[in-house]
Nanobody, 126 residues
Framework: QLQLVESGGGLVQPGGSLTLSCAASGFTLGRAAIGWFRQAPGKEREGVSCISNGASSTNYADSLKGRFTISRDNGKNTVYLQMNGLKPEDTAVYYC???????????????????WGQGTQVTVSS
């Protein structure tokens, strides 16, 4: 059974950094595209970043380019999201999701993703 577990969230001051991890069990992470999404209170879920199964393709939300970096270590069955220059508006619950039908590409819309983690809270505040 596919299971994704996010970790690495927490409280950080503006300008700080966090690295989120998405660990998979029950399936081989390398066979799926992985997306990171976030949802802030009162707002819709939005796509943050994604990486294709072979890591040949990555996408970022336009507002996050240059601050966030996605990577994957298929040997560890884990995908990472390095977040730098964090702002209060980055505060949200961050989710990772697996898209087993996405081969060689990834997208920032949630629809193609068929497995989701429980989320990890990121709070950016002084």
């Amino acid at each position: 059974q596919l299971q994704l577990v996010e970790s690495g969230g927490g409280l950080v001051q503006p300008g700080g950094s966090l690295t989120l991890s998405c660990a998979a069990s029950g399936f081989t992470l390398g066979r799926a595209a992985i997306g990171w999404f976030r949802q802030a209170p009162g707002k819709e879920r939005e796509g943050v970043s994604c990486i294709s199964n072979g890591a040949s393709s990555t996408n970022y939300a336009d507002s996050l380019k240059g601050r966030f970096t996605i990577s994957r270590d298929n040997g560890k069955n884990t995908v990472y999201l390095q977040m730098n220059g964090l702002k209060p508006e980055d505060t949200a619950v961050y989710y990772c999701a697996a898209g087993s039908r996405l081969i060689g590409l990834c997208v920032l819309s949630a629809a193609p993703y068929d497995g989701w983690g429980q989320g990890t809270q990121v709070t950016v505040s002084s």
